[in-house]
T-cell receptor
Framework: GAVVSQHPSWVICKSGTSVKIECRSL??????MFWYRQFPKQSLMLMAT?????????EQGVEKDKFLINHASLTLSTLTVTSAHPEDSSFYIC???????????????FGAGSRLTVL | GENVEQHPSTLSVQEGDSAVIKCTYS??????FPWYKQELGKRPQLIID?????GEKKDQRIAVTLNKTAKHFSLHITETQPEDSAVYFC??????????FGTGTRLTIIP
């Protein structure tokens, strides 16, 4: 149980275009999802907290107009990288907080990640 | 906010020896400390965790210890095997709000 599906797993786009990444909780409801970015050989840096039905909370230094987050349902959060540039190339990973009452398992479960390459 | 420091950044041990990775955190309100193993290009996988009301937890070859007073927690891997080679991240969860990761340790097991 507590599976998070993330799509696409990799994407290549031209500079200036927008890319959408989806994060779905498959067998549980996730009122809160988290979006991380990981550059090569570095740690996972929290970008924003996605809350179902309300605005996302962005970490300091993360541009909310560039990284649009939508959490319209209890099982889906999306991250859209707008007007992507080469410096946005990174590994983006979503995670969902699992309600311990229902799962009793991991507090946070991760998607498989999306590798974005901007040409 | 929370700040998590992790060391060493790289660690090489002979197969069969033990490996220890240490982390410190800054916010005394953090109450959950998971450890993740990440292989190249893959998602982090939870390997063990500990809550603030517990001092030590063990799962086969893996153990974690927590010193709340000093705000330290450590990962111990015994009888290391080649498949233990990966990057390991510690993390601190602050009041179920968000998870802050350490900087990672690249562990290499030498056959």
């Amino acid at each position: 149980g507590a599976v998070v599906s993330q799509h696409p797993s990799w994407v290549i786009c031209k500079s200036g275009t927008s890319v959408k990444i989806e994060c779905r909780s498959l067998d549980f409801q996730a009122t809160t999802m988290f979006w991380y970015r990981q550059f090569p050989k570095q740690s996972l840096m929290l970008m924003a907290t996605s809350n179902e039905g309300s605005k996302a909370t962005y970490e300091q230094g993360v541009e909310k107009d560039k990284f649009l987050i939508n959490h319209a349902s209890l099982t889906l959060s999306t991250l859209t990288v707008t007007s992507a540039h080469p410096e946005d190339s990174s590994f983006y990973i979503c995670s969902a907080r699992v309600d311990r009452v229902t799962s009793g398992a991991n507090v946070l479960t991760f998607g498989a990640g999306s590798r974005l390459t901007v040409l | 906010g929370e700040n998590v420091e992790q060391h060493p950044s790289t660690l090489s041990v002979q197969e069969g020896d033990s490996a220890v990775i240490k982390c410190t955190y800054s916010d005394s309100a953090s109450n959950y400390f998971p450890w993740y193993k990440q292989e190249l290009g893959k998602r982090p996988q939870l390997i063990i965790d500990i809550r603030s009301n517990v001092g030590e937890k063990k799962d086969q070859r893996i153990a974690v210890t927590l010193n709340k007073t000093a705000k330290h927690f450590s990962l111990h891997i015994t009888e290391t095997q080649p498949e233990d080679s990966a990057v390991y991240f510690c993390a601190a969860f602050l009041r179920r709000e968000k998870l802050t990761f350490g900087t990672g340790t690249r562990l290499t097991i030498i056959p």
